[in-house]
């Protein structure tokens, strides 16, 4: 996904060349992210991953930046941000600078997801905690709101 810019000089982008050297295999790639070597062939063929360097023998080689590119992935994909996002994001990338605005507005609605699931997950914690509590005979649960104010998706 572009370049990986080590540093910036002036106005001037200093590319760290070892991020972009190809020297992982599809197996080591699939080992470091945690990610089958089917999951790396499928992001590549559906454009979520950029051009995946080929050694001598044709074969994938993937450098540190792809790594990286993978993380990112990776906590998109928690977010629950849907792999058709994720390719427009990959898209948006390669595109350049001029997309910038879309990619930050992206970040700023997933975030804001983000932030309503960690409420939510907040919300259930206080609801399993109650429970721990009242099975463990503890006379002082506290009955959490989120057991007194309906939950479409709260299931007791």
């Not at 002036?10 to 197996?27: H, L, M, R, T």
């Not at 991953?49 to 990112?72: Q, T, V």
């Not at 994001?89 to 960690?118: C, H, S």
Request: aromatic letters at 6%; hydrophobic letters at 40%; one cysteine or more.
């Amino acid at each position: 996904m572009g370049r990986a810019v080590d540093q910036v000089v002036g106005d001037q982008q200093v590319v760290d060349a070892d991020q972009e050297k190809p020297q992982y295999s599809i197996g080591e790639a699939a080992d470091r992210s945690g990610l089958s070597r089917d999951t790396l062939r499928w992001y590549e063929r559906i454009g979520l991953m950029n051009y995946i360097g080929r050694d001598h023998a044709g074969k994938r080689r993937f450098s540190n930046r792809d790594l990286e590119w993978l993380a990112l992935i990776g906590r998109l994909r928690t977010t629950g941000m849907s792999v058709a996002d994720m390719v427009r994001y990959a898209e948006l990338v390669r595109e350049g600078e001029p997309t910038v605005p879309e990619r930050l507005q992206m970040f700023r609605n997933t975030r804001v997801d983000v932030l309503a699931k960690i409420d939510e997950l907040r919300q259930t914690l206080a609801v399993l905690d109650y429970k721990i509590d009242l099975y463990e005979g503890k006379v002082a649960a506290v009955k959490p709101a989120a057991l007194t104010q309906p939950c479409e998706r709260l299931k007791i």
